[in-house]
């Protein structure tokens, strides 16, 4: 599985950008997708996450209420939209995808994409 991982930008505190990640290969709905964040001097850390299936899906405290997880298997395409953006929430974001019917928040994932910078000013 391939990812490419697009939509970040520069935005103002309380605006909104929507990360697409778009995945090559034809099984992209056998695998569980997630988000991952991060920022200049930090860890890595996962955002959000969806199962296979897109039943399940998992937030970080940080961004619950604030961000949503969904993807379209017959784009075979993730999303996160992020509303009221902070400037906390500036960092390189990235997609990865794990095979399995299970969400997974660890950062043990198979696939990962290359990074997409959101900035925001506050």
């Known amino acids: 599985v391939q990812l490419q991982a697009s939509g970040g930008g520069l935005v103002q505190a309380g605006g909104s950008l929507r990360l697409s990640c778009a995945a090559s290969?034809?099984?992209?709905?056998?695998?569980?997708m997630g988000w991952f964040r991060q920022a200049p001097g930090k860890e890595r850390v996962v955002v959000a996450a969806?199962?296979?299936?897109?039943?399940?899906?998992y937030y970080a405290d940080s961004v619950k209420g604030r961000f949503t997880i969904s993807r379209d298997s017959a784009k075979n395409t993730v999303y996160l939209q992020m509303n009221s953006l902070k400037p906390e929430d500036a960092a390189v974001y990235y997609c990865?995808?794990?095979?399995?019917?299970?969400?997974?928040?660890?950062?043990?994932?198979?696939?990962w994409g290359q990074g997409t910078l959101v900035t925001v000013s506050s």
């Open positions: 990865a995808a794990k095979a399995g019917i299970t969400i997974t928040t660890s950062d043990k994932y198979d696939y």
């Open positions: 290969g034809r099984t992209f709905s056998r695998y569980g």
């Open positions: 969806i199962s296979w299936s897109g039943d399940s899906t």
